[in-house]
């Protein structure tokens, strides 16, 4: 057979078909016109197919080719007259398509706010090369205490402002043993882990889970996350503090942010400073921040003449609450989820 | 401290404008609070955190006026007349617990005329929020707040036997305090007696029977030191707070004492007349001598990044009171004032340069060394913990890390230890300290079905507690899941998160059994033979524990083994060459012949052209199956690694595959 005979055949079953599919107006129709044209074994498809053999040699790839074409085309036109009759016969055109019906939404969960806000507060000081620090939660009261600059008579230690652990005796209600454990009321407890093991020149971030009996309010929670930064090498010095806290608040910001200090008193670090930052034509409060205190330095076995240290630290809820504009801290553990899915 | 713009005045002149004052002395330590006009005078609140006690009155904040602005200061002299007979013979005074009280210093005024104080004095307590009441009584709290030493005036005639005795009180006594309250005193307690009873809470409060009268003529001024650990104490145990605890309770200048109470006979004199008996009754342990502090010059530059000059050192240094004994061109040696107790090192001393030579002058663009930081694996685990987490539709939360006494008695799947309790609770009864997160995220979940939200999805990462002994506990960090989903949903859940932190991880399921879980839809999972979580559905009684409506299922794996099999970095594995063939299984086997167990046969069977074995479903007919069976349903995907898996080749590997079922789990092939 010549290609140009088998070519007509092809394309006149071709027009059938098609005319025959787009006019189907029902299964049945349809199902009958399947038959007809893309019958597993006597479809007319499945005919031309077997002239196929009788095509001239030379020609067959040429036949070939074309026949694969038809053969596709038609049965994408079946499956779209399916597809047209299952959706009750209408023709999908721009009159009857909304597209502004709602899209089918996947369920999305939500980060806790103090997630998110200590993931950006913990990528930030990433790139200022601070690597994360962990330590215990319930710590004894070196670590919370002595190591830190706060002695024995300090008033930091008052059982009324700590959550001092239970022991046997005091379980069985004599409360004047001396505790030994404490729930931490600063993550600095975590420098000073750091420090003990690792020798200079250190540069974390601790952060985590601090407790202190305040009473619940808009403002306060015995429970609440701290983040504290240590940088300990030969020649830290306050202007290293202050440009350290000015680049962090440049990130965090994302303007051009200026850091003032005011001085205060932190037991474990001298000098000692609160730390303001300019944003928004105000000063607004950042936290607390000074230079490592000789006596803590000491404390973990440091030459006070040979290193010197920065820290600071800030509360997470307190920046958290300012960033989302949150206004009672309670929020935070009540885990509502219409309020998780704010963020 | 709430100061008085007129009283200051006294002082130092004052000829900024106030808000300027407010904020030079904010940058100098001494935060600003607020201001409040109070009958023409200004009332200025200043923060004075707890190492500064000297700045508890205004001479304190004058001085740091005078050193900020270069003002001259000028201290009243308080060299009041004493032409009276010699105290030692009026007053006997002693001291029995010197660990209580330091010193004790008494004078006498006689023949005093109360009435009220002028209004200049009335005027400036008035500003500062105390209420006048007599002369003699405004003058001792004019003087605390004149110089931060706390003063007490005792009707003189009133104590019995002419004497005090500082001591502890005796067993049983108690005292009414000028409040009208009366106290029940304990040992450890410091008073002041008479010749017979307590007349005095010793720096808290005075007593009401000796307090200053209309009637009263002769005056006993007391100016003393107690022990801050001690009055602390006794002001909390009695819930009693005074402006003397406050002060007492920070430390006072103990070289001041004596100034404080010739400051005060000196106005009681002035204003309500009387005869000062000549001489003080001074009891106490000579004053330890004040330790030179040698500050290297170099120090200053190496601390705070900038250099200061040594003359501006030098003065800074000398205004604030510090007397210069030695200066050298690299150091200087001075000795601290009385007042400043809190100045014992060269670092007290460079932040005192800091402070007056101003923070400002520090520079904020230092070029600070650059270093590489870390990411921790274990954050990394939990970021992409989180990330598959909420992109199943969990969201997160944040529970106190404590729960009450039977909370957490409800579930404990890692240790058989009571937890460890806090001595007070941190939040409304909860005081122990948590072994599992599941009990915290059910009343998360039960808080929000009171709310009527319909989706509860929730899970935590956080720490539990597992007591060790004597050994700090053992913090374990715990992801835990609580769904509204059942089993089979959570466990699909924890099966995307497992694959998503390692696809090659095998982990596998025994069977548990827990109080709050129904029988049979719990089950441990087991990493290596180690446990890495518990899973289960809540049975009805542990639904109603916790008040929940709607069915619950929870779970708590252990972060440590997450992390641990973690692979973080996966290694490339070439795409196949050749095509998979797949084909079905469905076979008949006892009830109690598990799934896993078959698909471990199968999976054995088909090496090496195995590739993956999805399971479809269960199907259970005792009429066509037989009682007792189910049959799994099961779709094989095959494949080879040097060619195109034939057909023939697939069909012969399952009916090995059928054999195999059949010899070792009595498997049959449905037809």
Redesign the interface.
């Known amino acids: 057979m010549a290609l140009a005979e088998f070519l007509n055949t092809l394309d006149e079953l071709a027009k059938q078909a098609t005319a025959q599919f787009e006019a189907a107006a029902d299964a049945v129709s349809l199902e009958a016109a399947r038959v007809e044209f893309l019958g597993a074994k006597s479809g007319r498809l499945k005919d031309v197919q077997k002239g196929l053999g009788q095509v001239d040699k030379a020609d067959k790839p040429a036949a070939g080719k074309r026949f694969n074409e038809v053969k596709q085309q038609l049965e994408t036109l079946f499956s779209a007259a399916t597809k047209r009759i299952a959706n009750g016969g209408c023709v999908e055109t721009a009159s009857d398509f909304d597209p502004t019906i709602p899209g089918k939404r996947p369920v999305l969960g939500h980060l806790h706010p103090i997630t998110q806000t200590i993931e950006e507060l913990v990528d930030i000081m990433g790139r200022l090369g601070f690597t994360v620090a962990e330590g215990p939660e319930i710590e004894d009261l070196w670590h919370n205490f002595d190591a830190l600059n706060i002695p024995l008579e300090h008033p930091a230690r008052d059982p009324l402002d700590n959550f001092y652990l239970a022991t046997a005796e005091t379980m069985s209600g004599q409360n004047k043993t001396e505790p030994k454990w404490m729930l931490r009321s600063q993550t600095s407890t975590v420098q000073i882990r750091v420090m003990e093991k690792t020798q200079p020149p250190v540069r974390i971030i601790s952060l985590g889970r601090v407790y202190r009996p305040d009473t619940a309010d808009a403002t306060h929670y015995p429970m609440f996350h701290q983040i504290e930064g240590l940088l300990i090498d030969r020649h830290v010095t306050m202007a290293d503090l202050k440009s350290i806290l000015r680049l962090f608040a440049e990130s965090f910001f994302e303007d051009d942010v200026h850091v003032r200090f005011r001085p205060s008193f932190f037991p474990f670090t001298e000098p000692s400073v609160e730390v303001d930052m300019s944003w928004a034509g105000d000063w607004i409060e950042f936290g607390g921040a000074g230079m490592v205190d000789p006596n803590v330095l000491r404390a973990v076995g440091y030459d006070p003449e040979e290193v010197s240290g920065l820290a600071f630290g800030l509360g997470i809820e307190r920046i958290c609450m300012r960033r989302h504009g949150i206004t009672d801290i309670r929020e935070f553990y009540k885990n509502d989820v219409r309020f998780l899915h704010q963020f | 401290m709430i100061v008085s713009w007129n009283w200051l005045k006294q002082y130092v002149p004052l000829d900024m404008p106030h808000a300027e004052l407010e904020t030079r002395l904010?940058?100098?330590?001494l935060?600003h609070e607020g201001t409040e006009d109070v009958a023409g005078d200004l009332a200025i609140d200043l923060e004075v955190?707890?190492?500064?006690p000297d700045c508890l009155g205004h001479l304190g904040v004058a001085r740091e006026i005078a050193v900020l602005w270069q003002k001259p200061l000028s201290i009243p002299t308080a060299e009041p007349k004493a032409d009276g007979p010699p105290v030692d013979d009026l007053v006997k005074v002693q001291i029995d617990c010197p660990g209580l009280c330091g010193r004790y210093t008494a004078r006498v005024v006689r023949g005093v005329k109360i009435g009220p104080s002028p209004g200049w004095m009335t005027r400036r307590l008035r500003t500062i929020g105390l209420a006048p009441i007599n002369n003699v009584v405004d003058i001792s709290n004019y003087v605390l707040m004149e110089c931060g030493q706390p003063l007490h005036t005792f009707d003189f005639g009133k104590l019995k036997g002419s004497q005090i005795i500082v001591r502890e009180p005796k067993a049983g006594e108690t005292i009414e305090a000028i409040d009208h309250h009366t106290y029940r005193l304990e040992p450890g307690m410091c008073i002041i007696a008479d010749g017979e009873d307590p007349v005095a809470i010793g720096g808290v409060m005075g007593g009401a029977a000796t307090e200053i009268a209309d009637t009263t003529t002769d005056i006993l001024v007391e100016a003393a030191e107690f022990d801050?650990?001690s009055i602390?104490h006794t002001a909390?145990a009695l819930n009693l707070h005074s402006d003397s605890s406050y002060r007492f309770?920070r430390g006072i200048d103990s070289e001041g004492i004596d100034w404080a109470s010739r400051r005060c006979c000196e106005l009681i004199l002035e204003l309500a007349g009387g005869q000062l008996c000549e001489g003080v009754v001074d009891v106490g342990a000579p004053l330890a001598e004040r330790k030179p502090i040698v500050l290297r010059l170099n120090q200053i530059?190496?601390?705070?990044?900038?250099p200061v000059p040594a003359e501006e050192v030098r003065k800074i240094l000398a205004d604030l009171g510090n007397v210069e004994i030695r200066a050298e061109a690299k150091q200087v040696e001075v000795i601290p004032p009385s007042w400043r107790r809190d100045l014992t090192?060269e670092?007290?001393l460079?932040?005192e340069v800091?402070?007056i030579h101003g923070?400002?002058e520090?520079?904020?663009?230092?070029?600070?060394p650059?270093?590489?930081?870390?990411?921790?694996r274990e954050?990394r685990v939990a970021?992409k913990i989180?990330t598959v987490?909420?992109?199943?539709?969990?969201?997160?939360?944040?529970?106190?890390?404590t729960v009450d006494a039977e909370t957490a008695a409800t579930f404990s799947p890692w240790t058989d230890a009571e937890p460890?309790?806090?001595?007070?609770p941190?939040?409304r009864g909860a005081?122990r300290?948590r072994l599992s997160l599941v009990p915290s995220l059910l009343e998360?979940r039960r808080?929000?079905e009171a709310?009527s939200?319909s989706?509860?999805?929730?899970?935590e990462i956080?720490?539990v507690?597992l007591p060790r002994g004597k050994k700090?506990?053992d913090?374990q960090r715990m992801l835990g899941l609580c769904s509204g989903g059942s089993f089979e949903e959570v466990k699909g859940v924890i099966e995307a998160m497992l694959a998503a932190i390692n696809p090659a991880v095998h982990w596998e399921t025994a069977d548990a059994s827990f109080d709050l879980f129904s029988n049979g839809r719990c089950c441990r999972l087991l990493l290596d033979g180690q446990l890495l979580g518990i899973l289960g559905e809540l049975r009805p009684e542990g639904l109603k524990r916790f008040g929940l409506r709607h069915e619950a299922t929870v779970a708590e794996l252990n972060m440590a083994l997450l992390v641990q099999m973690a692979q973080l970095i996966p290694t490339y594995t070439p795409l196949p060459a050749y095509p998979a063939v797949s084909r079905d299984l469905n076979l008949v086997v006892d009830e109690r012949v598990r799934w896993a167990d078959v698909a471990k046969t199968v999976a054995a069977t088909s090496e090496p052209f195995f590739e993956e074995l999805q399971y479809q479903d269960t199907y259970r007919d005792p009429e066509r199956l037989g009682a007792g069976k189910k049959s799994l349903l099961m779709t094989l995907v095959l494949r080879g690694s040097e060619g195109t898996m034939t057909n023939e080749q697939a069909d012969e590997l399952r009916n090995r595959i059928v054999a195999a079922c059949g010899r070792k789990h009595g498997a049959e092939l449905r037809a």
């Open positions: 904010m940058m100098a330590g935060n955190t707890s190492n500064r801050p650990l602390r909390r309770e530059e190496r601390i705070l990044g900038i090192r670092i007290d460079i932040e800091a402070r923070y400002d520090i520079p904020e663009d230092a070029g600070v650059m270093v590489a930081s870390t990411r921790r954050d970021s989180r987490l909420t992109a199943a539709g969990y969201d997160e939360a944040v529970t106190l890390s460890l309790a806090s001595r007070s941190v939040l005081d300290l998360a808080t929000n709310l939200e989706r509860i999805e929730l899970f956080a720490k507690y700090l506990p913090e």
